[in-house]
């Protein structure tokens, strides 16, 4: 797994080798020499140049970018099926984050590991994803391959997110104002018994019974599952 902010990830007081020859060694039957050796191909294979030289720095000695492919070098190490990304590129510029991105699609592809990529951004979405879910309070609400959500969206959240992105195309570009989700995320601690996004859905005043039950998640088309009493 791999998290949002490297720097709180890595010891600050151990050397990027210690860190990667750790892993190795504790899940790999391999000896130090055979470990140091790895950790070189695996930090070169997240394109860290001088990888040999490199290991002997500690992670203050990195960028933020560089940090993050350290961890991504971490997780992979010992070739997992599965790697799980939360939030893997926001604490990251965006050149920065584009190429980070990119060494995963490449290392998925490459391992054919499966990524289950945690955001909130549906532009990393649109570019990384087979299938999407998206989640409010604690549930599922939408689930689809990810070219019928963009196409077909269901769930007024996901059509939220949608909105909040910028756009950078049409007559009235840098003039437009940024949608945001009027509220706040319900709190956890009592969940209401009826639908959570209706105290900020926009079409919940409109809409027969949002606010007496809890809508199920069910198939509006095939693969295409949504939690809301008015699809579309
Ligand atoms: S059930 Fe009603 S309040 Fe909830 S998301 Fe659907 S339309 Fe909005």
Redesign the pocket.
Known sequence: MIFQDPMTSLNPTLTIGTQIVESLRRHLDLSREQARRRAVEILEEVEIADAGRRLEDYPHRYSGGMRQRVMIAIATACRPKLLIADEPTTALDVTVQASVLDLLHDLRRHHRMALLLITHDMGVVAEMADEVVVMYAGQV?EQAPTLELFDHTE???TEALLAALPQVDGADVGRRRLAAIPGRPPSLLEPAAT?R??PR?P??SR?D??ASSM?ELRAIRPNHYAR???PE
Do not use: I, R
């Open positions: 609400v769930h007024p959240y639908c996004f209706a859905c079409y919940a809409a019974g949002c809508p809301t009493m008015h």
